[in-house]
């Protein structure tokens, strides 16, 4: 007896699961990227003091340990194409740019934190710089491809505050604006 092909269960495809910058505490617009990266490059450096004047017997300064920086990572040459719809590549761009200027709502006026997530949260994350580039238009100028690359630095999210110098005042004003 043969089963018909209707009652044979179709393999199911795995569900994509699409890379998202998603703002913290709602701050901002979520950010998800159109298609995945194919890469994710990472970095972190380690902070050594030397003391130039105390040397050991190879003649090399010795050296303190003070500390770590923030991971750094960068998503590179993100795609976003809205050619087969005919609308504005810059519906997702504005979205992407709000991770660089200043929330209005904030009274500390930073720009937004984010959690990137692709299947698990890496980091609680700030964008450090933004840069894309148009590479497609229509007959009208509506641009409707754009490549992008987005530096960003692991935060605290609990630690997230806005240290701005105090403006200088009085006689301090002069001297602080020729540093």
């Known amino acids: 007896m043969t089963v018909p092909a209707f009652f044979i269960p179709q393999k199911l495809q795995p569900q994509l699961e699409k890379a998202k910058l998603v703002a913290y505490n709602g701050e901002a617009d979520d ?3 159109m298609f995945n990266p194919t890469e994710i490059t990472f970095s972190r450096t380690v902070t050594w ?4 004047g105390n040397r050991g017997e190879s003649l090399l300064p ?3 340990f003070s500390g770590v920086e923030p991971y750094q990572f960068t998503l590179k040459q993100l795609l976003f194409d ?3 719809t005919k609308e504005s590549v810059m519906k997702y761009i504005n979205i992407i740019k709000q991770g660089v ?5 904030l009274k500390d006026e930073r720009p937004p934190v984010y959690i990137f997530t692709w299947k698990d949260e890496y980091f609680y994350c700030v964008m450090n710089s933004l840069s894309y580039t148009l590479t497609m ?6 641009p409707v491809r754009a490549m992008v690359d987005i530096s960003l630095e692991e935060v605290d999210p609990n630690h997230v505050t806005n240290d701005k110098p105090p403006a200088p005042t009085g006689s301090n004003r ?6």
Do not use: C, M, S, W
């Open 31 to 33: 950010i998800e990227l």
């Open 49 to 52: 003091q030397k003391h130039r």
């Open 62 to 64: 010795k050296v303190n």
């Open 82 to 84: 809205t050619y087969e």
């Open 101 to 105: 200027e200043p929330i209005d709502q």
């Open 137 to 142: 238009f229509l007959t009208d100028g509506t």
């Open 174 to 179: 002069q001297q602080d604006a020729r540093i």
